[in-house]
């Protein structure tokens, strides 16, 4: 990158300081636990140790599923586990380890959200505070192959709303596969189909949240699922569905932005065209994945840790990201980078869904309501507008609440 040179040499300077207080000259050993994301982990660890002099960045990933992530990092942090410096923390999780008291509180020069796509920021916050450094989006979209979408009557220089997917590629008896990332995929889907039809699965950090599945957006969420496994088109999101895109039927698919760089499509990848989310009626709200980086509360080496997190969020680190990962930046800035825009071609395409975005709630029971939501959405097959969305909001509140299901 062209100013990285000079950028690092601040840096350098920074994180020397930091490490002023913490041992001297000695060298030290930074474990970033980060996650399985393709985003050029090693080589950030490196760029960022090498400027350090102080220490180094050793990189360990974590599992690929979510609830394994979570299952794995609570038991270490409750635990007091010393050995995670810097964590790339999960939207997800957010709001359960800042609740929890896991996260270190972020010091002076990393609290601002200046120049942070707002629904980046907002996945990093908890209570109206930021209590990780934004990182990476990776919003949902709708993607194509080659003239699929024409074939299939698909205008695609204006939204391209469910209704007119589905019956496109019925047209053309050609696949709609819905990627499962990190096991979420069901649980994205609802959240995204609630959200564009006015709705909002709940609210509130309490154990008696506002839970908003038994209305009308509930109730048109289901209906699509209904009507999307009764067309036969797919079934609904699968740990299959890059592969079967890849395939001779592939025709459509709805991933993340990243899914492009993905080894299960990069014999077609250079085939690959995407459009924003699909909409009901006319709104898209893509579905957000979201990282931010954050060191624990249990790490004892926090002031380099941070030093660090400054090197590894930089905006030339986030160009990195983007290139190597088709992950968007959590920096508005970075999409109109040069290297950017020529090896991620849709990155106004990225930003645009990532500042329209719908994050998972901002809770620390989401884990709780991913689960109720998952055990009465499923089978996709069983879903129905006339008792799916009121099973749900049920099952949601009382697990929520506490009770067991």
Request: hydrophobic content about 45%.
């Amino acid at each position: 990158m062209r100013t990285r040179n000079f950028v690092l040499l601040v840096l350098a300077l920074t994180l020397s300081a930091s490490l002023a207080g913490c041992g001297g000259n000695q060298t030290k050993t930074l474990t970033w636990w980060t996650l399985p994301d393709r985003v050029g982990e090693e080589a950030l660890a490196k760029e960022c140790s090498d400027v350090a002099g102080g220490y180094r960045i050793e990189a360990r990933v974590l599992p690929t599923l979510l609830r394994d992530r979570r299952a794995d990092l609570v038991r270490r942090l409750s635990g007091g586990d010393d050995n995670i410096d810097i964590l790339t923390l999960d939207s997800a999780l957010t709001a359960e380890f800042a609740a929890a008291k896991f996260l270190a509180p972020l010091p002076k020069g990393l609290t601002s959200d200046v120049g942070i796509i707002p629904t980046a920021a907002e996945a990093a916050t908890y209570r109206g505070k930021l209590v990780a450094v934004p990182w990476w989006v990776d919003p949902q979209l709708l993607w194509f192959r080659g003239a699929s979408a024409e074939r299939a009557g698909i205008d695609v220089t204006k939204p391209v709303s469910w209704d007119a997917l589905l019956a496109g590629a019925d047209r053309i008896r050609a696949s709609v596969q819905l990627d499962n990332a990190d096991g979420t995929g069901v649980n994205d889907w609802v959240l995204g189909l609630v959200a564009e039809s006015g709705g909002q699965i709940l609210s509130g950090t309490s154990r008696k949240p506002k839970v908003g599945l038994n209305s009308d957006a509930g109730r048109v969420a289901a209906g699509l699922v209904q009507f999307y496994m009764a067309s036969g088109l797919g079934e609904g999101p699968s740990d299959r569905a890059l592969t079967e895109f890849a395939g001779t039927r592939g025709a459509f698919l709805v991933a993340r932005a990243s899914a492009r760089t993905a080894r299960e499509v990069l014999s077609i990848a250079g085939d690959m065209r995407p459009l924003r989310y699909p909409v009901i009626g006319g709104v898209s709200k893509s579905p957000m994945a979201a990282a931010a980086l954050a060191v624990p509360a249990s790490s004892g080496n926090r002031k380099a840790a941070f030093g660090a997190v400054e090197c590894l969020a930089s905006a030339e680190s986030q160009a990195e990201i983007m290139v190597n990962s088709g992950r968007g930046a959590a920096r508005s800035a970075v999409y109109q980078d040069g290297d950017v825009s020529r090896v991620v071609p849709y990155a106004q395409i990225l930003l645009s869904a990532a500042r329209e975005g719908v994050n998972v709630p901002s809770t620390p029971y989401w884990h709780l309501a991913e689960k109720a939501i998952h055990s009465t959405w499923t089978p996709l097959s069983t879903v129905a507008p006339n008792h799916t969305p009121k099973e749900s909001a049920a099952a949601v509140a009382t697990l929520v609440g506490g009770g067991l299901r």
